[in-house]
Structures are given as C-alpha cells and as structure tokens.
C-alpha cells in the first residue's frame, strides 16, 4: 500500500521553462511535507518542507504547493536550471518523525 | 556546521555474516533515523532514534537492529546479512521540538553488497 505516490517516473524540461514535479498521498495524518533531490550514490539533499497547516511555501527558484482536499502536493522550479537534473523526491511526515517517500521523478533539463 | 557523516561508504559482505554501520549526527540533532533505498522498494524507513530510544521502527526484520547512544551518534546492524540486504542505508538527523518542522538531512549513505 503505497502512502505516497509520484506517478510520473521522469520529467523533461527546457532550460528557463517551469518544472512541475507532482506528488499524491493517502494518508490524511500526515502532518509535514518535504522534497529532496538525489543524485545517485549520494544521500538526498533537503530543498523544501511545508506544514499541513499551509497551502504554499516559496523560497528562491522552489515553491511547493498543497492541496490538502485534494491530497496532492506539487513542487514548482522556476527557472529551471540544468544543474536541477536529478531525481527528486517527495516525503510525508507521519507518527513521529517518520518519512513514507514516494519512488521519484526523474527531471532533466535541457539546455 | 559538519553534515551528517556515515562510515563506511562501502562494504562487501557475504551471506550469513553481520554488518555495523555508523552515523554521526549534525551537532545539536538528537534525532537520528535510518533509511533502506533498493531499486525495487525505493526509500523506506527503518528505524529512528531519539534520546537513545528507539522512536519508531518500520516494516523490516528482526535482524535489523540500531542503538544510539549519549552523544546521539547511532548505529545499525543487521545480521545473518541476506542477498536481497544490498543496498544503500542512509541515516538522517533532524532536531526535534514538538510541533516544529522537522527536516531531516541525510548524510551519504553506506553501500552494502552482499555477495
């Protein structure tokens, strides 16, 4: 059973453009959101968190949206720079401080 | 500020043996978590630690065991390593204070091979 969910397995994008990263969830009890990016081999790296409490986090380039209703968080990049590429991760807080992720978006971005 | 340190970076094992892992937290962080990514099952949690008491444990066996001790460095084992055991543990330090944020960073991750 599958918590969090990102169904589109990869992303492509033009240099400059927006980069919409999608992320779905079941759980109504989770209580924090956060993304990460990954390169491979390496551990993820935190690029940014928004409370349920919340429909909207902004900071530099990454705004991450919540739709509580909907059950659906998305993470915007704009612009999108070729150093984004990589595989990023969405992750929901639930009992304790425990992370479900979902499997990762691959996003390239093409210069 | 240090990150999160994980040693070693990479081991090889064989089947039947056991295995210790080390992390070191971000000074200040009193809340260690460890995570299993493999190919198949994508990141999932383990176990998490705080104040040298296990939190919270995921879906895994009881041959995956941790502790963490007074300085919040944590360690995991897992023993009677299996083949389907290789993969990339990752251990991540988050401070704590109720209802906060509670980002969690990750340091770089052991690569277990179990051979």
């Known amino acids: 059973d599958q918590q969090v969910k990102q169904n589109s397995p990869s992303l492509s994008v033009q240099e400059g453009r927006i980069s919409i990263l999608n992320c779905d969830y079941t759980?109504?009890?989770?209580?924090?959101f956060l993304w990460y990016k990954k390169y491979p081999a390496e551990g993820p790296t935190f690029l940014i968190s928004?409370?349920?409490?919340?429909d909207k986090n902004e900071d530099g380039r990454f705004t991450v949206f919540l739709n509580k209703s909907a059950k659906h968080l998305s993470l915007h990049i704009v612009p999108s720079q070729p150093g984004d590429s990589a595989v990023y991760f969405c992750a929901a807080r639930g009992a304790g401080n425990m992370l479900t992720f979902g499997g990762g978006t691959r996003l390239m971005v093409k210069p | 500020k240090a990150g999160v340190t994980q040693t070693p970076r990479y081991l090889i094992k064989t089947r039947g043996q056991q295995v210790t892992l080390s992390c070191s937290p971000i000074s200040g962080h009193r809340s260690v978590s460890w995570y299993q990514q493999t190919p198949g099952q994508g990141l999932q949690f383990l176990f998490e630690y705080f104040s040298e008491t296990q939190r919270n444990k995921g879906n895994f066996p009881g041959r995956f065991s941790g502790r963490q001790f007074s300085n919040s460095r944590s360690e995991m084992n897992v023993s009677t390593l299996e083949l389907g055991d290789s993969a990339l543990y990752l251990c991540a330090s988050s401070l704590e204070w109720a209802g906060g944020a509670a980002e969690q960073f990750f340091g770089p991750g052991t690569r277990l091979t179990v051979l």
């Open positions: 928004i409370s349920s409490i919340k």
């Open positions: 759980n109504s009890m989770f209580d924090y």
